[in-house]
């Protein structure tokens, strides 16, 4: 750690004596099961958050969701109920402010078997959120810390936003985020990092996340079936046609991942809804798929007769890494590099609320928590030792744009 000036390196030593205190903190919010739908269990984590970060002096609100709804297999429009999410504001001396996001939601429901943590090997943590990202959120909280304090405590502005819905496209803290992205120039997401060995995540892809409910008529499919129109029929067409356009776009994704509807082998089946994601690289790519989609809509309704009626949005636009995102790499590459470690990234298809901040112009490092891996799925686990690692990361890095250090 040659590269650390004396009031660094005195700000970052108490670090490594909070290693115990921080993966205790992690085993104790991953045992609270908080996925995207169990509101309970997310308004304990909403408690426990808002206690552990109240010490460092900022304003803390406990907000309600925006409304939201999609298309049940009913094809009927529902609200979808998300979790509060959690504010935390604190102004600096001056007028640089950056903008620190976590979830506390996550992709296991209440009903999943996986509920517990347990090490899989020294030094190697498995349970649900240690990596994705109930450590990461230790990370910001400790980052914090040893900013404010630093000797430059109180010198830069932060809010914290501590959503519950990050796993389900943030549709009901969107308007949150970009409340808070408009008074902030800088943005820090603690997802965890791309790759085990601490690699960022670069460039990312946008999603759009889509229902369509097909309306046609029932019939006897076998006395007067031209009688029918039929939504399934209908559906798949739909499939196919939305499948396509990756074919004329490449740098486009698209998966109809789920169709619902249809009955007894002897009517035709009068209702139908398809569900469908789309991923565009560019902001370009994301305005061919949103006409492309409405083209191939009204074809397909016409050419079956059925009546469509969709929600949805691209509600992560892409990420592309600019001039503006590289000029925060560099200084997080730079405060790695000074701390001892190799800071490396890659482009990914993945999205995350960093997509959100970048899209209402915030440079954005949106991999700034723990190393680990296998998330979303019950092999997840973390690296304890990036606990106090990546906090030395995000504390540097918050120290160096107190300084003014990243260039406008």
Not at 266 to 295: I, M, S
Request: hydrophobic share 40%; glycine share 12%.
């Amino acid at each position: 750690m040659q590269g650390l000036t004396e009031q660094e390196a005195r700000a970052l030593a108490p670090v490594d004596g909070r290693a115990d205190a921080m993966l205790e903190t992690v085993c104790a919010w991953a045992k609270v099961n908080s996925g995207s739908r169990n509101l309970s269990g997310l308004r304990e984590m909403e408690e426990r958050l808002a206690e552990a970060f109240a010490p460092l002096g900022g304003d803390i609100s406990v907000l309600e969701p925006a409304p939201a709804e999609t298309l049940n297999e009913a094809g009927e429009r529902v609200a979808l109920a998300h979790g509060r999410n959690v504010h935390i504001s604190r102004p600096g001396r001056g007028n640089a402010r950056v903008m620190l996001t976590g979830h506390m939601d996550t992709v296991f429901p209440k009903d999943h078997h996986f509920q517990d943590v347990r090490w899989l090997e020294d030094g190697v943590l498995n349970g649900p959120g240690v990596a994705d990202m109930k450590g990461g959120i230790v990370v910001m909280l400790e980052a914090l810390k040893a900013l404010e304090a630093s000797d430059l405590g109180g010198r830069l502005g932060w809010e914290v936003v501590l959503n519950a819905d990050e796993e389900v496209s943030s549709l009901g803290s969107a308007p949150l985020l970009a409340e808070v992205a408009q008074r902030c120039q800088t943005g820090l997401t603690f997802e965890p990092s791309a790759e085990p060995d601490g690699t960022l995540a670069g460039g990312r892809k946008g999603s759009g996340n889509f229902a369509a409910r097909l309306g046609g008529r029932a019939a006897h499919a076998g006395r007067n079936p031209e009688d029918g129109r039929n939504a399934v029929v209908a559906a798949a067409d739909l499939a196919v046609r939305l499948d396509g356009m990756k074919r004329e776009r490449p740098s486009l994704s698209v998966n109809p991942a789920r169709i619902d509807g249809g009955g007894p082998n002897n009517v035709v089946p009068e209702l139908a809804v398809l569900r469908w994601n789309v991923r565009p690289l560019t902001p370009e790519d994301q305005a061919w798929a949103e006409e492309e989609q409405t083209r191939i809509l009204k074809e397909v309704g016409a050419a079956h007769e059925v009546e469509i009626d969709v929600t949805g949005s691209f509600a992560r636009p892409p990420k592309p890494l600019d001039a503006k995102q590289q000029g925060l790499f560099d200084l997080v590459k730079g405060a790695g590099s000074d701390l001892g470690f190799s800071i490396g990234w890659k482009d990914t298809g993945g999205v995350c609320d960093g997509n959100n901040l970048a899209a209402a112009g915030l440079a954005v490092v949106d991999t700034m928590g723990v190393r680990g891996g296998s998330i979303h799925s019950d092999r997840e686990f973390l690296i304890v030792d990036s606990l106090t690692e990546r906090t030395k990361l995000a504390a540097l890095t918050l120290m160096r744009l107190a300084e003014g250090r990243l260039p406008q």
